[in-house]
């Protein structure tokens, strides 16, 4: 079926993501860069304001392949289980993440997770599943998850009204700037080689091969796509030689 054919693509990513040691030195090497940013800006930055830290959470500080590895074995995809997932509030903590943001806790600086995932029926569970996992700040006042739109600048524009933001982590590019929302990927390349300079000093990106923005660019930002058409833009997208 052309779900199997979709689910077939992405069972390579979820055996690295689930399997491979490189997947987590990736994390470990994410948290410890950004320990050594924020080192560098409590030593050399002199500012009035608090800190913070923005971090997303979904394939960031919690790890979701089992849900992805669920969708697969049942022959599913995106939205099925997702529910069920987020409701368990069983996400481990991915690598490296919980050591940081409670290092960045003992230093006096805040940390906010800006989420996609929504107010209305996931702020519960997944603050239980920050609290369980011992994550510093998983309250109301820092987990600012979706309400009316999916760009998260609101957020950001309102932390840095009050705060000294050092850090923003995430694996999709509109977890830092919405200059990346809704860009062809042409476009989206040309705006990362414009900012490489603040990959690894301000920006952290964190590896996910299942899914984001980068697809949606593939498909065009077309809603509702079958999976036929998914695989099709899919496979159009490769570069032989």
């Known amino acids: 079926s052309a779900i199997r054919s979709i689910n077939d693509q992405s069972v390579g990513a979820t055996a690295w993501f689930q399997s491979s040691a490189e997947a987590q030195a990736l994390f470990y090497q994410a948290y410890n860069v950004a320990r050594w940013m924020l080192d560098h800006d409590l030593t050399t930055m002199k500012t009035k304001k608090k800190r913070a830290v923005i971090v997303d959470i979904d394939e960031t500080v919690l790890d979701n392949s089992p849900h992805q590895a669920t969708m697969i074995l049942r022959d ?8 069920e997932w987020v409701n368990a509030a069983r996400a481990e903590a991915l690598p490296g993440a919980v050591e940081f943001l409670q290092y960045a806790a003992s230093k006096g600086v805040e940390v906010f997770y800006v989420s996609g995932r929504t107010q209305k029926d996931e702020l519960e569970p997944t603050k239980k599943n920050l609290t369980t996992g011992g994550f510093p700040f998983a309250d109301d006042a820092h987990l600012l998850l979706r309400s009316d739109q999916s760009s998260k600048e609101k957020w950001r524009q309102s932390i840095a009204d ?38 690894g000093k301000r920006f952290i990106v964190l590896p ?3 899914y984001g923005e980068w697809e949606s660019a593939l498909f065009k930002y077309q809603p509702h796509l079958t999976p036929d058409q998914m695989n099709k833009l899919r496979k159009e997208s490769l570069k032989g030689f």
Do not use: C, Q
């Not at 599913?76 to 529910?83: I, L, Q, R, T």
């Not at 705060?163 to 694996?171: A, E, N, Q």
């Open 162 to 199: 009050k705060y000294h933001i050092v850090l923003l982590m995430g694996d999709n590019l509109n977890d830092f700037s919405k200059t990346f929302e809704r860009k062809s990927v042409t476009d989206r390349a040309a705006e990362v080689k414009r900012l490489r300079d603040e990959f």
């Open 208 to 210: 996910n091969p299942f």
């Open 76 to 83: 599913s995809v995106f939205p099925a289980y997702w529910k």
